[in-house]
Each structure stands twice: as C-alpha cells, then as structure tokens.
C-alpha cells in the first residue's frame, strides 16, 4: 500500500519501528497531492519546503532516541483558520487573501512541539460559514466520492485531503457541525470535543461559544492519537478547561458492555433520508449486538436548535468580524474616499455574501430594542437545549444518531436557499449549543456510493467514552479506511 | 426663572498595572508607538483575552473605598462600534453586570458633608491614539501602546447641584483613587478623565430635564468652567421657551466654550452582549476580605485623625494630606520629633520647595524623616539656630546626607550660647559705634536691627539671636 493511504496509527508504528522514514511518507504524500489536488481542491496552500524540513527534523530526532509522539514525522494539513506564523491564513476569504499571521495557534504550536509534519492550509467556507465549502471565496472543493458533489462544510477541505489521501489526518473546526457533517459527506472519522477541551486560541473565530478545533482521520484510533496530541488547558484561553487529558487511545478496546446508549427520536424525524436511517438504525443494532444496552429518549427541544444557533452564532459572528476593518492588515479597498467610505467598501468588496448576510443578521439580532426578543431568548432556549441533554446523560453514556439527514448534495443545489442549508445541520447545531464532544463516524454508503456518517454525542468531556464506543462501532461495522476511486487511478 | 442644576459624573480611571488588562504586554507611557503591542491588543485574528487579575483587585479597592456591594459574578460585554483606534471593532467592557455597584462619597461643600450616590463601577479596556501627522496630508497613523491599558469607570448617580459640588465630588475621588494606588490622577495627561451629564429642571419637578453630556474637560478648573458654561447656556434655552436637545458636546478649553459633538440621532448602537471569550469574574467573600484587609487609610478620615491626633490647622492637613505618602512622610517625622505645628512648616515650606524645584515627589525625597527630625532637634536644643537650620537642611538635600549632628560639628555651625563670649563681642560693637548709639537712644529704634546684625555678622550667624538680643537690650537700652 502507497504510504499516503496508511492510517495515522499505522505510520507511527512503522516510523518507531524505523521501517519507514517521515522523508518518505512526507515525499509520498506531496505525490499524491500534486496527483490529486487539482481535481479535489481541498488546499489553498501548501508548503513543501517546510514539511520536507519537519521531516528531516523528525527522522533526526528518531535517529538520535529523542522523545517522540505519534505525530512526530505524520503529514498533517490544517483548516485555514488555524494562525500558522508565516504561513497565510485566509479563512478563504478575499479580506485576508494576503494575510500571514505573526504567531501559531496553541493547536498548532503543540502539533509543531510534537513534531508533527505541516502540509498546507485547507479550503473552507469563508470565516467557516457555510455547510458546502461552496461559500470559500478561492475554489470549490470537491467530494472525493464523487466530484460533482460538494464535501460538506465548513472544513470541506480538512475532509476531502484525508479522504482523498493528500493529508494523513487534518484538523477543521466545528461551530454547528463543520467538522463532522463533511466528514460524513466523505466518509472518513470527524470528531468535535467538548467546547474548552482544545484551546481556541489562534483559531479565526465565527462564533466563540460554539467553535472548537478537532482532528479529522482515516480511523477512529487516528482521532485518538491526534486529539491526544492538542487537547488540554491553555493559559491563553480562559475558555479552555483545566482538566487532565486522558489516554484517549490507550483506552478504546475497552469493553462496551453494559453502555447505555440512547437513541434520540427527535433525530430521526421527517426528511431524513430513508437510506441514511436504515444506516444509522443497522449501526444502533451492531452496539447493542456488542452488548451495550439501547434505549429511546427524547430531547424535546430540538426543533428549536437551528434558529437558536443561527441567532447566537450570527450575533458573535457581527462582532467577530468587526476587526477586519482595512486599518491593520487584510484587505483594503483603494477606491475609498474618507474613514467611513473605506470600512463600507473594505466591507463590501472584502467579505462574500453569506458572511455578509451572516454580519446583518446578528447585528439586527443585537440591537437596541431587539435585543431581549431574539439574543436573550435564544439564550433561554440555549439553556433548555442543554437541560435536554442533562437529562437524557443522566440515564445514558452516550447518544447515537445520524450525522446528517442526507448525504452529500450537488454543487448549487442549495446554495440559493440558505435555509435548506442551515437545516442540514439540524442533527449537529444541538451539539455544539451544549457544548458536547461528538464525533462522526463512516456507517455505509447509499445504494449511488455516498457515504453515510453515524453520529456518536457524550457527556462533557467524556472524550474517552466517546472514543471508544466509536472505536468498537468501526469495529463492528467495517466501514472505515475505505477509499473513493480518482480519475486516473487503476480500480 | 430659577432651576435647579443637576449633575452626574462618569469618571475615567487608567490604572497603575504593570501590565494591559487582556495580555502581557507593558502599560509603560511614552514608548515608541506599537512597541507595547501583541497580537492580543492589537485584533489580530484568532488571538483572545485573558484577564489580569490585578486589575479586578484594582476594582475591588475602589468599590470598598467608596462604599459599594462587590458583585460575585460580574461580566464583560464587547461594546461595538468601529472606528480606528479600537482594533476589534469592539471595547472590552462591563454592562449589565458589572463589579461594584450601590456605593457613595462623601464631599465637604460650605463646611457641610453631602452623601454623593456611586451607581457602578465596572472594568474596561482603553483605546488606541490616533496620530495624525502634520506634514502628511490625508494620512494617519494608529499607536496601540495604550489600546487595553485598564481603565476603571465610576458612574455617579445624578446628585450633584452645582459646579462646587462636582468639583468637590471629583477632588475627593481623585483622592481616593490616588490613596489606594490604584491611578495616579492625573487630568492633563488623561490618566483620570471626567464626563458630566447635565440637566436643569424647575424647582420642585419630579422628573429630570433632557440632559446633554459634556466631554473633554482635562482639569478640575476646566470641569468647573464647563458645567457653569452649560448651566447658563441651558438656562438660557429654556427662559427663550425652548427646548434642551440631548446630546454630547466638547468643551473648547481655549474658547471657553462646549460644541454639539453628535445628537440623540447620531448616538451608537453599541449592540452590547456577554463576551463569549472571558468567564464571569468571579470575585468570592475571601478575595473581598484580603483586599479590604489591605485597603489603606482614606484621605478623609486621615484628615480628620490627623486634625484630632496633632491639633494642627485644618488648612494644614489638607496640604500635608494631598498625597499619602506625603502624610506618612509628616507623621513618620512626628514620631521622632514631636512638635507636629513645626514638622507641618517644615515641611511645607522648606522640603515643599525643594521638591517642587526638582519637580519630584516625596517618595523621591533624599531627606529621611530621621533626618529631618535628628534636624528639628538640633534647632530645638539651641544648638544651632533655625537660619542655619536651613543651610544645614539645603545641604542635607543635596548631599543626600542624613546626619546634620555630625555636619554641624565638622563645619563648625554650633550656635554660639556662650554668654561671657557673646557679651565681649556686644560691648565692642557698642564701643565701636558710639554715635548709632546715641541716635539709637534718641529714639532711633530702628537702629536695634543693625547691631543685631552687626553681631551676627561677626559670628557668621551662629550667635544665638534670643541672646544677643537681651544683651543688646541690656546694653544700650
Ligand atoms: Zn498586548
């Protein structure tokens, strides 16, 4: 097998065993990218000098008996709105086409510490809005598993570069289901943590109280190491929490026996396609087959959770974005006469449309005398959509669902209707207005060769639960580490 | 017809932290521009605050001093608004929630006390400078040094119903902040600022008038050339029948007179929301009790004790009391040389003078209060006298030496106390001057002061002057 198509986990076995050099799996995953990624297009930059550098570096450090961790010397690519020092960082936007950030994100600061290989910077929807990658105001993404398709968003490129094999894993970020709903689109493993596992800081925010960085992997094992490497406190985020960070990966075989998993009705409610459901439904059984007991429960506030989200997340998002003004980096618009002519045109010609529909809604969702009708009660509504999960937590481990309610739809199906859009969320937006961890994992493939996701939520930093309910599901059902065909390549 | 002027302050306070309120960098003032800058204080994308607990210590010291309830959880809210120096788009603030509320001051105005409501305190972040260069047209330049410097902002409840009083109120408060170290006071160079929300309303009506907010008043005179100003100029809207417009306006220092800055329409929507970056504040009943613990001394009971303790004149105190350290220089001096009304002059004019020509302050003064007491003593004894005093004092300050005993012995400037010597010396003055003495007896008394001089200037002043002039007294009459 190409050194590209191997799992994290094999790679670090094989790179401690000194059967294979990073020099090689770097080299060999910079083929794939110059094979691939002109049809998938899930980079918009990629630094090969550099990863060749960490490379040798990595192979030195083996040579010498130094410390390693099982990043050192794996390619990894990161979502493009991780701050990487010297290396733009665009959040595919035209407002910071051009900007390279003067520091690295803690995420990244730990993945370069562990010695971690940096491939690139992958495509996303601009600032992360958007569920397609079609919102990316660079290029368009394709689904790996079938190119007139989008990936999912908004860490459509963080997913396609693992499916597609130009990134061993990647890390996205997931605001109301970014990371895990491409990663169903693509069929390979996405997982969100808990809201103040992974420090945020150096991530370009959307929306503070909801996103969070998480890997994206071939395997479930792969997510384990990788979180392994970025979870933990950081002093520069006073959201992040100290707590210990567990063997995530020393503790996935253990037994499941006896799990209490609970099966939200309410998310298998009308649209949700038949395929995807017979899926979902096939992997609640394998579990319970496994020995963990499953219950139905109810999280009555569901409905609710989209337009709640959209208020939340708009409101941080209007404010978020302030910052980019054309006074201290970033784009600035040449045509302007006067301060407050270069904001509207820095404003207008910078940001895409749905970053700007995205600004004015939760401006108008702020303002004096809106305030308390939509912010705060959709604050309100927040809290119950917690309680929801308190209560149903109370009796189970963990929750199992679909990830999405279909799989991946056609470039510009649903572009000119955002709202269609914002629903394909409906299943992850919950998650992270709780705050939970939860992960995606590969559960099938639709009769027209889609991949279907299974969705797995646990408690507050029950990463490890998660983890390992995840890591014997793929066990049980066989569906990971499966590969799309490309055009070019031998079936 | 008459009104009665209502007023309300909000009070700027930068403070004395050694770092910003959101990140590591320096609050050190005059550096080069954006050299105390970080990703942090500057907006750089991805980059989030984390809170100096300093600064809600800080807060905590002013909302005990003035009285208020320390709220448990406070919280930060962004304020939104764009423009240059603000490098998010938006201030870090405090808005529904925020860390001392309830509080008072109390202000001396025509010798009678007045209870000053303190509605909140609440933390911030400051602003960026905006430097606009003379040569270069069209063309500005942004200074982040002071962007998310803490301030602290103090809102008074509408109390006060004058000039004096808001003049009286500031002053105290300045005070205040001053004492418990936590700003350093300064109007001109905007460390402590002052907005004033003003109304008239007649007599006996219960609810307020439209007020304007008055901006841009750099010193106390100022404070109160501008509310007068506005005061009459409402005064003269409402006579006319007309109708006071709420607004902001600039005080013109150099016109004297206040400009509309924005109307009621123009006012930003600033679109407050919890800052989902920072966690409540949480501010429990032990860390209340440290700092209150470790609050000093306020400057109005320290007057009124020290007026007590030393019988000292009031106008006095007030002087000595200006300044804390000012106040633990005098009674430090007042324990090893208990004559209080002489340590009070003392200080007043001689050390006093001394340090203003040096422009320094008296936690830089080279004169310990040993030394200065160890100098008292010295004039006290009759050992030398107080002129000599002086010149002993000078050289003590300049030489930065704390032993006047052994600088008076070394340079010979004992008090000459010897009678059978002093009395030699009158009688030959007396002898050498025979005709000043004989006008001096014709009733020329003026004529005293020269040989008094005379004698001093034999003795290079050292001659003990109650001496020489009971001598001369005996002597010529
Ligand atoms: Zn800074």
């Known amino acids: 097998m190409e050194l590209y198509n191997c799992s994290l986990e094999e790679l670090w076995q094989r790179l401690e065993q000194g059967e294979v050099s990073s020099l090689e799996v770097t080299r060999s995953v910079f083929g794939r990218i110059a094979a691939v990624d002109d ?159 992974v420090s945020r800081y150096g991530l370009v925010a959307f929306a503070s109280s909801l996103d969070q960085i998480g890997p994206v992997t071939l395997t479930v094992a792969d997510a384990a190491l990788l979180l392994g490497v970025i979870a933990g406190h950081d002093k520069r985020d006073s959201t992040s929490v100290d707590l210990p960070v567990a063997d995530y990966y020393g503790a996935l075989k253990k037994d499941i026996k006896g799990l209490k998993i609970g099966v939200p009705k309410e998310y298998f409610g009308a649209g949700l396609d038949p395929e995807v459901e017979a899926a979902v439904r096939l992997g609640c059984s394998q579990l319970a087959a496994s020995g963990a007991q499953l219950d139905d429960v109810s999280l009555p506030h569901t409905d609710y959770a989209v337009a709640t989200y959209y208020l939340l997340a708009t409101a941080e998002a209007s404010s978020n974005l302030a910052r980019y003004d054309g006074v201290k980096y970033g784009f600035r618009a040449d045509d302007a006469d006067g301060l407050l002519d270069m904001y509207r045109k820095t404003r207008a010609q910078g940001f895409g449309d749905e970053v700007k529909r995205r600004i004015m809604l939760g401006t108008y969702a702020l303002s004096s005398g809106y305030y308390d009708a939509y912010y705060r009660k959709a604050q309100q509504v927040r809290t119950l959509i917690t309680r929801d999960f308190d209560k ?100 | 017809m008459d009104y009665e002027i209502v007023i309300g302050l909000e009070v700027h306070c930068q403070l004395l932290t050694e770092t910003k309120i959101f990140c590591g960098c320096s609050t050190h003032f005059g550096n080069p521009p954006n050299q105390n800058s970080c990703p942090v204080c500057t907006g750089m994308p991805g980059a989030l605050p984390v809170l100096n607990r300093k600064v809600v210590d800080f807060a905590v010291r002013a909302g005990l001093a003035t009285a208020c309830e320390i709220i448990p959880n406070s919280v930060f809210a962004r304020k939104n608004y764009f423009y240059p120096d603000l490098p998010k788009g938006y201030q870090i603030s405090q808005f529904e929630l925020p860390i001392c509320v309830d509080g008072y001051l109390d202000i001396e105005v025509e010798e009678a006390t007045k209870r000053i409501g303190i509605t909140r305190i609440h933390m911030e972040e400051d602003a960026g400078k905006l430097v606009h260069p003379e040569h270069e047209h069209g063309v500005s330049y942004v200074d982040y040094n002071r962007a998310c410097v803490p301030l602290i902002e103090i809102v008074s409840e509408p109390d006060m119903r004058s000039s004096a009083e808001a003049v009286a109120y500031l002053k105290a408060l300045r005070d205040i902040v001053v004492y418990l170290g936590v700003c350093d006071g300064n109007m001109e160079e905007g460390s402590f600022r002052c907005d004033a929300n003003i109304s008239l309303r007649r007599w006996g009506a219960p609810e307020l008038g439209t007020r304007a907010e008055l901006k841009n008043m750099n010193s106390f005179r100022n404070v109160q050339r501008a509310i007068e100003y506005e005061v009459e100029r409402q005064r003269d809207i409402l006579d006319g029948g007309g109708l006071v417009v709420q607004e902001t ?188 003495v004989k006008e001096y007896q014709q009733g020329k008394v003026k004529l005293f002061g020269f040989f008094v001089g005379q004698v001093m200037k034999q003795t290079k002043g050292q001659a003990n002057p109650q001496m020489v002039n009971q001598l001369l007294k005996e002597k010529i009459g």
């Not at chain 1, 109370?394 to 279909?406: G, K, N, Q």
């Not at chain 1, 998660?466 to 079936?491: D, F, K, M, N």
């Not at chain 2, 013109?252 to 123009?266: A, C, H, L, P, Y």
Request: proline share 6%; with cysteine.
């Open chain 1, 39 to 197: 049809t998938i297009a899930a980079y918009l930059e990629t630094d090969e000098k550099g990863a060749l550098a960490q490379a040798e570096a990595a192979d030195e450090c083996r040579r010498k008996g130094e410390k390693t961790t099982p990043v050192t010397g794996i390619p990894l690519g990161l979502k493009d709105l991780l701050s990487t020092k010297g290396l733009k960082t665009t959040c595919a936007s035209r407002m910071l086409a051009d900007y390279r950030p003067e520091y690295d994100a803690t995420v990244v600061a730990r993945l370069r510490e562990a010695g971690a290989v940096i491939t690139g910077k992958l495509n996303m929807d601009e600032f992360a809005m958007g569920s397609s990658t079609e919102n990316s105001a660079i290029k368009a993404t394709r689904n790996p598993w079938d190119l007139k398709r989008v990936p999912g968003g908004s860490s459509g490129g963080s997913v396609a570069a693992v499916a597609a094999a130009t990134a061993i894993a990647t890390l996205g970020s997931d605001t109301g289901g970014s990371i895990r709903q491409p990663a169903s689109f693509c069929g390979v493993v996405g997982m969100k943590p808990t809201y103040g596992r």
């Open chain 1, 392 to 491: 149903v937590f109370a009796d189970c481990d963990v929750l199992v669902s679909p990830v999405c309610p279909t799989p991946a739809f056609a470039f510009g199906e649903k572009v000119d209707d955002p709202l269609s859009m914002y629903l394909s969320d409906i299943l992850t937006i919950p998650v992270n207005l709780a705050g939970l961890p939860a992960i995606s994992v590969p559960c099938g493939f639709t009769k027209a060769g889609l991949p279907i996701g299974l969705q797995i939520i646990a408690k507050p930093f029950a990463e490890e639960t998660l983890l390992r309910v995840a890591w014997h599901y793929e066990q049980l059902a066989g569906w990971s580490g499966h590969r799309p065909t490309l055009a070019g390549e031998a079936v």
């Open chain 2, 249 to 436: 306006r600039l005080w013109n220092v150099d016109r004297g007179i206040s400009m509309s800055m924005r109307g009621k329409e123009e006012a930003h929507d600033y679109r407050y929301f919890p800052d989902p970056d920072l966690l409540p504040v949480v501010v429990d009943e032990a860390w209340v009790e440290s700092v209150r613990q470790s609050l000093p001394e306020l400057p109005a009971l320290k007057r009124q004790r020290i007026v007590a303790d030393y019988a000292i004149p009031i106008a006095d105190v007030e002087v000595l009391t200006a300044d804390r350290a000012m106040a633990d220089y005098f009674e430090a001096v007042v324990k090893l040389f208990a004559q209080p009304k002489a340590v009070a002059n003392w200080i007043m004019v001689e050390l006093m003078k001394f340090l203003n020509e040096d422009k320094t302050s008296i936690t830089q003064c080279p004169i310990t209060p040993q030394g200065l007491a160890e100098l008292l003593s010295l004039i006290d004894e009759g050992a030398i006298s107080g002129k000599i005093g002086k010149q002993v004092f000078s050289q003590m300050y300049s030489a930065a030496d704390n032993d006047p005993r052994q600088m008076v012995e070394a340079q010979g400037l004992a008090q000459m106390s010897d009678a059978g010597e002093l009395a030699t010396l009158v009688d030959e003055i007396v002898a050498a001057n025979d005709d000043k």
